[in-house]
């Protein structure tokens, strides 16, 4: 019941503060307006250059749904970072956390209520944009591809921002202000990718799920398994170094 409180309190505070709404618009922005903007892109060209490269440019589903993901993954990721890292500063800010700390209320469980609401919604909005660009695409350009690759792009789409979400919030638990969080946040999620396969491990980080989403091959196999698992691996880690830091009573009192 506890639990479930705060996941309540957490949502409605998120649905009022525009975090929830935020993140949805933006989202869903870019899976209506990218296939919009690839079908025009050639006769944009044309207007402003003269010159006519519509067959140069591969106007299909796959391409479409290849520059969502793209999109997504280099534009919404600032967005929902930006978003993301103020949630457990400004009840520290606020000093709202300490209310409920001082009847006894473990900060472990302010925690994982915060981490799992906005992971449960990230989750849900990934799955339901790459669905909707799917659509999208495939009415303006004609469906090449299953529904299986946009339906299993998207949750691993949506477990990598799940791991983001308790990356964040973790890190705000010890980096003590919004610029830090956001900067730090930003380096893992774009320098993380290059240096995993760097070393050639990108298997063992929740950056593949980012390399298996854009294949949308639409398959579920043992590769991807592994990852799922590893992933859940990595968001426990980062949700077991936020209450290491955040359960510091000097932390939330004087910070």
Not at 19 to 32: E, H, R, T
Request: glycine fraction near 10%.
């Amino acid at each position: 019941y506890e639990g479930g409180a705060l996941m309540k309190k957490e949502w409605m505070e998120g649905v009022r503060s525009w975090k929830v709404i935020g993140i949805v618009l933006v989202a869903l922005f870019f899976s209506i307006m990218d296939p919009v903007i690839l079908r025009f892109t050639p006769y944009m060209l044309k207007e402003f250059s003269g010159m006519d490269i519509e067959g140069m440019i591969d106007l299909s589903q796959r391409n479409a749904m290849l520059n969502f993901h793209q999109d997504i993954y280099q534009i919404f990721t600032i967005a929902y970072l930006v978003i993301m890292g103020n949630v457990w500063l400004n009840e520290v800010k606020k000093k709202t956390v300490i209310i409920p700390v001082s009847k006894g209320l473990k900060i472990s469980r302010i925690l994982l209520a915060k981490s799992l609401v906005y992971s449960l919604m990230v989750l849900v909005v990934m799955l339901a944009v790459y669905l909707i660009d799917y659509l999208y695409a495939g009415l303006i350009f004609g469906f090449e591809m299953a529904l299986s690759a946009a339906v299993v792009s998207g949750i691993l789409m949506g477990i990598f921002y799940c791991f983001l979400t308790f990356l964040v919030i973790g890190l705000s638990t010890f980096i003590y202000n919004f610029p830090g969080v956001i900067f730090t946040g930003l380096t893992v999620v774009f320098a993380g990718p290059f240096l995993a396969g760097l070393m050639k491990v990108e298997s063992y980080t929740p950056f593949g799920l980012l390399s298996e989403a854009s294949k949308f091959e639409g398959l579920f196999g043992r590769e991807i398994i592994v990852l799922l698992a590893l992933a859940l691996v990595w968001i426990a880690a980062s949700y077991g170094l936020g209450v290491l830091a955040a359960g510091k009573k000097e932390i939330v009192r004087y910070r």
